[in-house]
């Protein structure tokens, strides 16, 4: 049995607070996601992610390295299990400070269809409270989104987990969300913001006759 401690490594730690700008921050959430670390701020302690966001590593990775860096996302899907009907629209939320690279992700979003969120610190967009992403049994369940300032923004990014400026990139970045309007799918976002990054394109979801 492989036992979890419920906290992040001094490893782990270091290399954290040792992130002084907001490309720090994506380089090490790339490390979190392909593994080659335990944790992330803001998350469970030396929990990975998801299984199902594991074919989305790659263009997860790449956000990242491109500049927009991942808090939270998620595929497309609809299905029922033992717990009852779960439906899920693709979406990803992150914080960027590269004014091009933030105008190239909307413009993209807004071509394709897809819903933005956007904020500041000091300020909320249009969509302050984000938008819906999954329901069970046709409740709403989880946002993303939300407009995040004062202990909100230090739940995502501890004070005490990251370098002083990285922690000052984050409160002077855009919040940026991204959300496909459609429940179920799975084969747009992805793409979009792929093109968008100039990235690989994205490992298909698979189909299920």
Avoid at 13 to 31: C, H, I, N, P
Avoid at 50 to 75: C, H, I, K, Y
Avoid at 133 to 155: C, I, K, N, R, Y
Avoid at 187 to 198: E, G, Q, S, T, Y
Wanted: glycine share 10%.
């Amino acid at each position: 049995m492989k036992i979890r401690l419920p906290w992040m490594s001094r490893n782990d730690r270091t290399l954290w607070r040792s992130a002084e700008t907001l490309q720090d921050l994506g380089d090490r959430m790339v490390l979190w996601l392909t593994g080659a670390i335990a944790s992330a701020p803001g998350l469970i302690p030396r929990y990975g992610p998801d299984p199902e966001t594991e074919r989305l590593v790659p263009t997860l990775a790449g956000l990242n390295r491109a500049g927009l860096v991942t808090t939270v996302s998620q595929p497309g899907l609809d299905e029922r299990d033992a717990t009852g009907h779960w439906r899920q629209r693709a979406g990803v939320s992150g914080f960027v400070d590269d004014i091009t690279l933030l105008r190239r992700l909307v413009a993209a979003a807004d071509e394709a269809g897809l819903r933005v969120a956007l904020h500041t610190t000091v300020a909320a967009g249009p969509c302050p409270d984000g938008f819906v992403v999954t329901t069970l049994d046709g409740e709403p369940f989880t946002a993303f989104g939300a407009h995040e300032e004062g202990e909100a923004l230090q739940s995502t990014w501890p004070r005490r987990l990251i370098g002083p400026g990285a922690h000052a990139a984050v409160v002077r970045a855009a919040q940026l969300t991204i959300v496909d309007p459609e429940y179920g799918r799975d084969d747009l976002l992805w793409p979009v913001l792929a093109r968008a990054c100039a990235l690989p394109s994205p490992v298909p979801a698979p189909q299920y006759a």
